[in-house]
């Protein structure tokens, strides 16, 4: 991880977020593994792709994960995320239109 996103701020973080929304879809955690679904989350204006709550999210919809320089090392956030792009070895999720295993 580069000294910008070891340093970073709460400002820091939304200035380097492309606003693409794509970590705001519901996912699911199996064996270790996140597998993002086609499912948005309730508050995301799916027009803007910005949280309609986002002051109260935690009140609202708690549970929503705050970013932290550690926590998004787990694999929860798309390979693309400019957070993740650079992290050797993350361990990327699943999403809806990655091919499945060949034997499908
Ligand atoms: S996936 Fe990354 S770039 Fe896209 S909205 Fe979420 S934090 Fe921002």
């Not at 973080?13 to 499912?39: M, N, R, V």
């Not at 999210?57 to 792009?85: M, Q, S």
Request: proline share 8%.
């Amino acid at each position: 991880m580069n000294k910008q996103k070891t340093q970073n701020t709460q400002k820091d973080w939304e200035s380097i977020c492309s606003k693409c929304a794509q970590c705001c879809y519901e996912k699911i955690d199996f064996e270790g593994h996140i597998y993002y679904t086609e499912i948005p989350c309730e508050f995301l204006d799916l027009e803007t792709k910005l949280c309609r709550v986002y002051a109260d999210r935690d009140t609202k919809r708690p549970g929503c994960v705050h970013l932290t320089d550690e926590n998004i090392k787990k694999g929860f956030l798309p390979a693309d995320c400019p957070y993740v792009a650079d992290i050797e070895g993350y361990p990327a999720p699943s999403m809806p239109d990655d091919d499945g295993p060949d034997d499908c």
